[in-house]
């Protein structure tokens, strides 16, 4: 349980309690480490890293190997003779996310000298007894800010929780120590948590670091942002509606949303505390791919069972892995979701899958049509199960310091035009109210059946695939969209099918906007008023360069086969888009 020290402070001074926290957060950055940021926000930062000149040639080519192949890092640093040491990769990632954070104000709480009294540590353990600590010795290791660490806040978006030191860390903590891990810095989130984007009155915005007038998604976007300017080699987030996947799929990252209870929670704080019919869980976000597996086999394999009595007892299953169940990964059969029918997806996103369909074929799979069902009824449905207590959660929270509700992640100055005045979703709940524990009983029952009949209809698919099985997995958009501007992040559902049914699935990066090829549609018959809003926001020239990312989803518990199936499609599109290039 968190400690309340003695901080200057009432509900009615709530400003100057983040205004001294966030001065806090600024002394931390060595004098050293701080650089000049472009002031054009629309310019691409992730080159700073290289360009300031603050990281040396060696400390460059760490950050690049742990950005192209995390499991490649962790190998060396587990060899007592490859020269790599963790102080010295801890120090150049320090160095990396700092810069992340001067560009693109990602970070919650940066603890240099923490972080290398730790990879000292970690060291003496390799010099003394000659082998690693565990299976991520060494690796710096970034965490969303609501996984508690001893004697550090966990602001988590509030201004209530400054000043409330963590006694005890939380289980994932405990086992990333035991496994080795160094945790070096904890990344920004939106007050809530349940904002598709990142902001909150005590750190403020977190930007993405493609373009600073567009949104790195959220609630994990401190972690997207920073993981995307390479300032982490892996990061932890979590997801109870899209937040780990919308701000992968907006940062060009991978990652992994594990059904409910296969990963330890316990310990970490939370929004909507009490909630568990749609569980928030939490999973690696990374750039490469290679630490899906990495991540998830190693907590996996600490028994996580046994300190979090909420865990499913089920060890790693490299049967799984090697997709035996799924013909061992040759020759499965997919589906395409091309269209949830909430909201259509925007052109790049619709190449992308195009693109992964070809790439597939031609690898000796067989790609077919998935057939939406009931996906109004799920929305409805989940969304009423989150706004069940009618707000009083976040009332709480705020009445706690004094400090306003956002309503809104339109930023004041500048905002993007955007005509949509009331979102689909607040239709569907409808007013804010409190229900009654017989009403919340009715949804979870509907809830059960409309997993049922989505199971059901996922078997169906038997007969139209050619393998024998129902089809192997879906591909779909994570969001509509790419990456937008701030403000304008509404849930187009494309996740929510994910947390309501809990299903395990991925987000894996695809391509890049190109105003050349990704021209706007011709109007088609809308969905819905949002829908319609969205097929207006396109504009390629609003959104070029930007990466986009597709999910992949499997069926509840199957994170292993998640994980192989989505090292098989990224195999496959990278091939495709290399034969392509050398056209």
């Known amino acids: 349980m968190p400690n309340t020290r003695n901080i200057p402070g009432t509900p009615s001074d709530w400003r100057s309690l983040c205004s001294a926290r966030k001065a806090a957060q600024e002394a931390s950055i060595p004098d050293a480490w701080r650089i000049d940021v472009p002031s054009d926000p629309s ?44 102080v010295e990769v801890t120090t150049a990632y320090l160095k990396s996310a700092i810069i992340a954070h001067q560009a693109t104000n ?31 010795h060494g690796l710096p290791i970034s965490l969303k800010d609501q996984f508690m660490m001893k004697g550090l806040e966990t602001i988590m978006g509030y201004a209530c929780n400054i000043g409330k030191f963590a006694e005890d860390d939380c289980v994932l903590v405990e086992i990333l120590y035991e496994l080795g891990a160094v945790l070096f810095v904890r990344t920004n989130v939106p007050q809530t948590l349940m904002w598709g984007e990142t902001h909150n009155n005590v750190f403020g915005r977190t930007t993405n670091p493609y373009n600073r ?14 993981l995307a300017m390479r300032g982490s080699p892996l990061g932890v987030g979590t997801d109870i509606d899209g937040s780990l996947r919308i701000p992968s799929a907006f940062c060009g990252l991978y990652t992994l949303r594990p059904s409910y209870e296969r990963l330890p929670y316990h310990g970490a704080a939370n929004t909507l505390m009490g909630q568990e019919s749609i569980s928030s869980v939490l999973g690696p976000m990374a750039t490469s791919v290679s630490a899906l597996k990495l991540f998830t086999k190693a907590i996996i394999d ?3 069972w046994d300190r979090d009595p909420l865990v499913v007892r089920k060890a790693w299953n490299e049967d799984e892995y090697r997709l035996v169940e ?18 259509k997806p925007h052109p790049p996103l619709i190449r992308a899958m195009q693109l992964v369909k070809g790439a597939l074929e031609k690898e000796g799979h067989q790609v077919i049509d998935w057939e939406p069902l009931n996906h109004i009824d799920i929305y409805k449905n ?3 199960i989150l706004a069940a207590d009618g707000g009083e959660d976040y009332r709480r929270s705020c009445e706690a310091s004094g400090e306003p509700l956002i309503a809104s992640m339109i930023p004041e100055e500048d905002p993007h035009p955007f005509d949509l005045e009331v979102s689909l979703v607040k239709g569907l709940v409808g007013p804010q109210r409190n229900r009654t524990a017989w009403e919340l009983w009715q949804l979870h029952t509907e809830k059960r ?4 009949a989505y199971l059901d209809h996922w078997n169906a698919t038997r007969s139209r695939t050619n393998t024998g099985r129902p089809v192997d997995a879906i591909i779909l958009p994570a969001v509509a969209y790419t990456a937008c501007p701030h403000g304008l992040n509404y849930d187009s559902f494309y996740t929510t099918l ?5 299903y395990a699935c991925a987000v894996f990066p695809v391509t890049f906007v190109d105003p050349k090829v990704d021209h706007p549609a011709e109007p088609h018959d809308f969905h819905n008023h949002e829908d319609e809003a969205f097929y207006k926001l396109y504009d390629p020239d609003v959104f070029p360069g930007l990466p986009v990312g597709l999910q992949l989803l499997g069926r509840t518990l199957e994170e292993e086969a998640v994980i192989g199936m989505v090292e098989v499609v990224d195999t496959a599109v990278k091939k495709h888009v290399k034969a392509t290039k050398g056209k």
């Open 43 to 86: 310019l691409d930062v992730r080159t700073l890293t290289e360009e300031c000149g603050l990281l040396s040639s060696r400390e460059l080519a760490i950050i690049d190997l742990g950005t192209k192949d995390v499991s490649a890092l962790v190998r060396l640093l587990a060899d007592k003779r490859s020269g790599y040491t963790s």
């Open 106 to 136: 990602c970070l919650t709480e940066i603890f240099v000298e923490r972080a290398l009294d730790r990879a000292r540590e970690v060291d003496r353990y390799m010099t003394e007894r000659g082998g690693p600590m565990g299976p991520l």
């Open 213 to 226: 007038k567009l949104t790195p998604g959220g609630s994990s976007g401190g972690e997207g942002a920073l």
């Open 302 to 304: 600490a028994r996580p």
């Open 326 to 343: 799924h013909g061992g990964g040759e020759r499965m059969c997919l589906a395409i979701l091309w269209d949830n029918k909430v909201v």
């Open 382 to 384: 989940a969304q009423t």
């Open 449 to 452: 059946a409309l997993r049922k």
């Open 498 to 502: 994910g947390n309501a049914m809990d």
